[in-house]
């Protein structure tokens, strides 16, 4: 392997992250090859990843750690959950079990006043501060994670990526502590009674246990960043950290293969091939999903691209223990002689929306050109509820932007699609694909 494919391996490591100049491209805040800064926990940087920047780069937590508003923050909130977890109250453990999980998770809960606060001081603080400076020039523009706000100046994107931050880990608890539904709630939703005896009592016991980590923690949002995560591993909720990094395991041989193509003998980049979830249990790949493997497999051979981007996550039904993207790459290796080293699996998209969005990223981290067209190629009807307006719709009100620029249909089962860059920011709000 060349010192160039080394150096490049190893900065993919860091977080299935990285890429080649995309030289047609305009210039941008995003930069390829940005090393990304890790926590250790992938649920968390890719939920949070301002947060695990605050945390892990020692002038910044160190500023923030000293700001008197959000030392005083963060002392309120210390101070508000060891007095509803303490050691001194009586018959604690009892009163527990009777108390509602909603007493527990309104110690987490962030306030819009809070929110709104941190979000002025965060501004006030750039002005003065030059970790704060160095943090949006060297991080949050390069890492692309905050894309669609790239255009607002670097104090306001500072207080962006916050307030988003901060409603994402609001938007967990909502859904994992008090059962409220999420956006979709037939996939997503929390996986206890919130109301039972035995989910009340884990909720508090999870709150004792944070309330007693807080002796560790020296910044304003840690104790609710904490409390969230917790929550998502209670619920068995890693999809989104499941398969990372990608560029060592499952995408290993495509990675490898991507370095060494010539995008331009081929008319498209990329086959993008969306799953498609059975609705029984127990089942692996549906027959829908079986007929999109075909047509994906018919396209490559025709030399439409030299990749497949086989999308989709543990989706259906619920808490399915199969991947979509895992069985279609099992199936174009098994049915069709696909090499694996032309599938792309993307196992994270939960909906159409994400499919595009994910894939975008993935031909923008791996270096597949992104100035060039690539194909979708699924079933019929799904195929034309893409090109249906009302999908371009969904796309906005989902993610604030359309991941991609639409192109022209070719069949029934065909359509083009060209990558936007904007599809690199990350939605804590989808904590599961966000």
């Not at 941008?28 to 968390?44: A, E, F, H, K």
């Not at 998770?105 to 501060?129: H, N, P, Q, R, T």
């Not at 691209?305 to 098994?334: N, R, W």
């Not at 019929?380 to 604030?400: D, H, L, W």
Request: glycine share 6%; proline share 6%; with cysteine.
């Amino acid at each position: 392997m060349s010192n160039r494919k080394i150096v490049l391996l190893a900065v993919l490591v860091l977080f299935t992250l990285a890429g080649k100049a995309q030289t047609a491209s305009p210039k941008v805040d995003y930069q390829p090859g940005y090393r990304w800064t890790l926590s250790g926990n992938y649920v968390q940087d890719k939920n949070f990843y301002l947060l695990t920047l605050m945390e892990k780069l020692p002038a910044v937590q160190e500023a923030l750690a000293a700001d008197p508003v959000l030392k005083s923050l963060l002392s309120e909130r210390v101070k508000n959950i060891k007095e509803a977890t303490g050691y001194d109250l009586p018959n604690q453990s009892m009163e527990s079990m009777r108390d509602k999980t909603s007493h527990w998770a309104e110690l987490f809960l962030l306030s819009s006043d809070e929110i709104e606060k941190v979000g002025d001081e965060l501004k006030k603080m750039y002005k003065l501060d030059a970790a704060l400076q160095t943090l949006v020039a060297e991080q949050i523009r390069p890492s692309g994670a905050y894309e669609h706000f790239a255009k607002l100046d670097d104090a306001a994107l500072l207080a962006q990526a916050w307030k988003i931050s901060a409603k994402g880990i609001n938007g967990i608890i909502r859904t994992y502590a008090l059962g409220e539904k999420p956006l979709y709630p037939k996939i997503d939703s929390v996986s206890y009674d919130v109301n039972s005896q035995y989910y009340r009592m884990l909720v508090n016991m999870l709150a004792s246990n944070v309330g007693d980590d807080t002796k560790k923690m020296s910044l304003f949002f840690q104790p609710s960043l904490s409390f969230s995560l917790w929550l998502l591993k209670m619920n068995h909720r890693d999809e989104a950290a499941r398969f990372e990094p990608m560029v060592t395991g499952e995408n290993a041989k495509a990675w490898e293969q991507v370095q060494k193509t010539n995008f331009d003998e081929y008319p498209y980049t990329a086959i993008l091939l969306p799953g498609y979830g059975p609705e029984k249990k127990g089942v692996d790949l549906s027959p829908a999903g079986m007929l999109r493997c075909k047509l994906a497999a018919e396209r490559y051979f025709e030399k439409k691209a030299p990749f497949i981007i086989a999308s989709g996550g543990y989706v259906h039904p619920d808490q399915t223990p199969f991947c979509e993207a895992v069985e279609m790459k099992k199936e174009l290796i098994k049915e069709y002689g696909v090499p694996e080293s032309a599938i792309i699996i993307e196992p994270h998209a939960r909906h159409t929306t994400t499919n595009y969005r994910n894939a975008a990223r993935l031909m923008i981290h791996y270096g597949i050109p992104i100035h060039k067209k690539a194909l979708c190629t699924t079933t019929k009807g799904q195929s034309y509820y893409i090109t249906n307006m009302g999908f371009e719709k969904r796309c906005v009100e989902a993610f604030g932007y359309m991941p991609y620029v639409p192109g022209k249909r070719l069949s029934r089962n065909d359509t083009e699609f060209t990558p936007r860059l904007e599809s690199l920011t990350i939605d804590p709000m989808d904590p599961l694909d966000p």
